[in-house]
């Protein structure tokens, strides 16, 4: 079965540190990847998209993720974090017939 | 600018009662998604519909029931409210693509059902 997996509920990092947020997901065919922020009393937000070619992808932000198919990852990563990434951060492939699976999330905390 | 819009950013109803919950859209988009959002549950489909009068069922769709009479409109539907929905509920829309596209968030209706 199709499923996305984030296995760090919660993340604490300083502002300024680097980041990496781990998503692994399971599917049968080429996946179609995505990472999406909402911050607090928000809707989500595209961050970035993986379909197909370079398996380093930039996004908006600053953040850029990597697609590793040997390991079924696709982890964000952002090399200097500031207080306004705070926020929860959702790992999704697509299923088929534009329809997404979002994984749990994970919740970013930034300490000044 | 792209814009999806719910009509409520907070409900309080009582058990029993029937909820609609609106969305609209203004970017002509073929798609839209109806999500609940829990906390440790992240988002789960609830329904979706492809065109204008179309739907399918999500993930978890017991308890719920959509109308898209208009394109731009897709309206969620709790026929008789319980507390266990009390929740997030997302909308979202995307066009119809050869590749995924990207899907476009309102800002939540926060749901409470007392």
């Known amino acids: 079965a199709q499923s996305v997996t984030q296995p760090d509920i919660h993340i604490t990092v300083s502002e300024g540190a680097s980041l990496e947020l781990r998503c692994n997901y399971s599917?049968?065919?080429?996946?179609?990847l995505f990472w999406y922020v909402q911050s607090p009393g928000q809707g989500l937000q595209l961050l970035l998209k993986?379909?197909?070619?370079?398996?380093l992808v930039q996004g908006i932000k600053g953040f850029e993720a990597e697609f590793k198919r040997s390991q079924s990852s696709f982890n964000l990563r952002k090399p200097s974090v500031h207080w306004s990434d705070a926020a929860e951060y959702f790992c999704?492939?697509?299923?088929?017939?534009?329809?997404?699976?979002f994984g749990k999330g994970t919740r970013l905390h930034i300490l000044p | 600018d792209v814009k999806v819009t719910q009509s409520s950013r907070y409900l309080v109803k009582r058990t029993g009662e029937k909820v609609f919950l609106e969305c609209v859209q203004d970017?002509?988009?073929?798609?839209m998604f109806w999500y609940r959002q829990d906390p440790g549950l992240g988002l789960r489909l609830i329904y979706f519909?492809?065109?204008?009068?179309?739907?399918e069922k999500g993930d978890i769709p017991e308890g719920y029931s959509v109308s898209r009479e208009k394109k731009e409109r897709f309206s969620l539907i709790l026929e008789s409210a319980s507390t266990n929905q009390t929740s997030m509920y997302l909308c979202?829309?995307?066009?119809?693509?050869?590749?995924?596209?990207?899907?476009?968030f309102g800002p939540g209706t926060r749901l409470t059902v007392t």
């Open positions: 970017m002509d988009h073929e798609n």
């Open positions: 999704a492939v697509g299923v088929g017939d534009d329809k997404i699976i």
């Open positions: 979202a829309s995307s066009r119809q693509d050869r590749d995924y596209d990207e899907q476009y």
């Open positions: 993986y379909f197909s070619g370079d398996t």
């Open positions: 599917y049968g065919a080429t996946p179609y």
């Open positions: 519909s492809y065109d204008v009068k179309m739907k």
